[in-house]
């Protein structure tokens, strides 16, 4: 079945620094690759996501890459801020009418120090 | 517009007992999933609703766990009996379409003692 990988599991950096997380999948079937944020106690939010006609999509400080052929992609954010402290989970879905399941990677908890 | 919502947001019980989740999903999402996250691990699917069908429940680890819809709306979740594994952080997310963003609740913690 799918699986995803994800690293690191945590991310410390100084606000102001750039932060990666790379995912790694398994079924060459999926087209739709969605990160989500969880802040402490509250609900996992979608932050930004990448269809597999792209390989990358920017959305102010936070961009997508998707390398289908070595299937992985990667979240970055850059001019960290404290307030990106969270957990970021990142996950892989085929998606067809009337139909998505989306698979996560273990997700990494970022840090952000002032 | 009211988000996904969950209840009990968390729930504490003896192993051998009985409990039930449910979740609310945005008003005229036909779409319902399931998902738990055991700690430290992977959010992991466990199944999906079409309005009152299951779609899809490959994901639900036994027959101990029951997961209803009817009607289409509200949907819960029995875990009966439940066991020490079963501990984790449940959450409830819809999507309009099956291919469009799912809004996720902000999750049941079930500690099973």
């Known amino acids: 079945g799918e699986n995803v990988e994800q690293h690191p599991s945590t991310l410390s950096v100084q606000e102001g620094d750039s932060a990666v997380i790379k995912c790694t999948y398994s079924d060459s079937a999926s087209n739709y690759f969605p990160w989500y944020k969880q802040e402490l106690g509250k609900r996992p939010q979608l932050i930004i996501d990448i269809r597999s006609n792209v390989g990358e999509k920017k959305d102010q400080r936070i961009a997508v890459t998707l390398n289908k052929t070595a299937k992985h992609f990667s979240l970055h954010i850059t001019e960290t801020q404290p307030e990106d402290s969270a957990v970021y989970f990142c996950a892989a879905s085929i998606r067809r009418a009337g139909f998505q399941k989306l698979v996560f990677g273990t997700g990494t908890r970022l840090l952000v120090s002032p | ?113």
């Open chain 2, 1 to 113: 517009e009211a988000g996904v919502t969950q209840f009990p947001s968390h729930s504490v019980i003896e192993k051998g007992q009985t409990v039930t989740l449910r979740c609310d999903p945005i008003s005229g999402h036909d779409n319902l999933y399931w998902y738990r996250r055991v700690m430290g691990k992977e959010i992991k699917f466990l199944l999906h609703f079409v309005k009152e069908s299951k779609q899809d429940e490959s994901g639900m680890p036994n027959n101990r766990f029951l997961a209803e819809r009817t009607g289409g709306t509200y949907s819960t979740l029995k875990v009966q009996p439940a066991e020490l594994e079963d501990s984790g952080v449940y959450f409830c997310a819809s999507s309009l379409q099956g291919y469009t963003e799912a809004f996720f609740g902000q999750g049941t913690r079930l500690t099973v003692v």
